[in-house]
């Protein structure tokens, strides 16, 4: 049986505390931690069906990677990195009540159906939007419609569930220098709960856009100096833009610019250390025709020569000696 998405009714909980967990004091701004990378899935008309951007975080200039993915298509969805085996995963609703788990991989810019998300619990197949990976590498999914938290089975996209937010919304992530898990909400309203009780939402205050009324969180990363990257939609120019901002600088976020390769559009952003580089060897001898090795051959020459004089010397000091 398959559920089918409601439209999204915005309920709050009434009396939250915000209740601030350790958070990095790093300074919001337009610039992501030195090793990481950021990203965007576009899901853009305009481009192939899943198309992967790598993102400049000081403006929002893009480059795409690869050519998209012929898994399947549909609208991309909040992405999540798993810091214990590398790979990277994201959402993707069909536009046909089918939701999906894909595998990322960042450097070809190709996605891997892994399945469809089913509750294996009651056989549904839940309206899944977003995804969350702990430190630990335990995943979690959200089905934004219902509100409901499941834990995730990334090998088969098979869910369970775990309990109920207090908030609807798509843009979730884990803070990799605490471990703790943010999400921003469809009122733009931020909320936190513990590593270790992961279902255990508070509200901790609201990032404030300058038009609400059309710009409203749709994906959510943070960095490893603690800083916050939010893909926010403008209803006003139908588009998206980029934002960045730390827990104690809501107030003020700090606007990047849209997205733009032509500018296109997306609700799913994701940031993963940069790949790393091999180091180039250092040069070995030069080796002359036949492969002998001259340089080396010399230096055995004089080392030679330098302890045959030293040999000739001391004997001839000897013999006078005597």
């Known amino acids: 049986m398959r559920t089918r998405r409601r439209a999204l009714t915005v309920v709050l909980a009434a009396g939250a505390i915000a209740i601030a967990p350790a958070i990095s004091a790093s300074a919001a ?3 992501i931690h030195t090793g990481d990378s950021l990203y965007a899935i576009s899901t853009d008309p305009s481009y192939p069906d899943l198309q992967l951007m790598h993102v400049d975080p000081t403006s929002g200039l893009s480059t795409t990677i690869g050519a998209g993915s012929a898994a399947t298509s549909g609208q991309a969805y909040q992405p999540a990195h798993n810091p214990v085996t590398g790979e990277s995963y994201y959402v993707v ?11 990322l991989d960042v450097t070809t810019g190709d996605s891997t ?5 089913e509750d294996i619990g009651s056989g549904l197949f839940p309206g899944i939007s977003a995804i969350m990976i702990g430190l630990d590498g335990s995943a979690y999914a959200m089905d934004t419609a219902q509100s409901t938290m499941y834990q995730l089975d990334l090998a088969t996209a098979h869910i369970g569930p775990v309990g109920i937010a207090p908030f609807p919304g798509w843009a979730f992530s884990v803070d990799p220098t605490t471990g703790d898990f943010w999400a921003v909400d469809s009122t733009n309203r931020v909320w936190t709960a513990p590593a270790a009780l992961p279902d255990a939402w508070s509200n901790y205050g609201i990032v404030v856009l300058p038009d609400p009324a059309n710009q409203f969180a749709y994906s959510l990363q943070i960095d490893r100096s603690g800083t916050f990257w939010l893909a926010a939609t403008d209803n006003s120019v139908g588009g998206a833009g980029l934002w960045s901002f730390t827990p104690l600088t809501l107030p003020t976020p700090v606007y990047s610019g849209p997205f733009v390769d032509g500018p296109y559009f997306t609700s799913a952003i994701l940031i993963t250390p940069s790949p790393v580089t091999p180091p180039v060897p250092p040069a070995g001898p030069q080796l002359a025709n036949g492969g002998v090795d001259y340089s080396a051959a010399v230096g055995v020459a004089l080392g030679a020569g330098i302890l045959l004089t030293a040999g000739l010397v001391v004997v001839t000091r000897r013999r006078s000696a005597s």
């Open 93 to 103: 609703d069909n536009a046909r009540g089918a939701f999906f788990l894909m595998q």
């Open 113 to 117: 159906l892994i399945g469809e998300f």
């Open 29 to 31: 701004g337009a610039a």
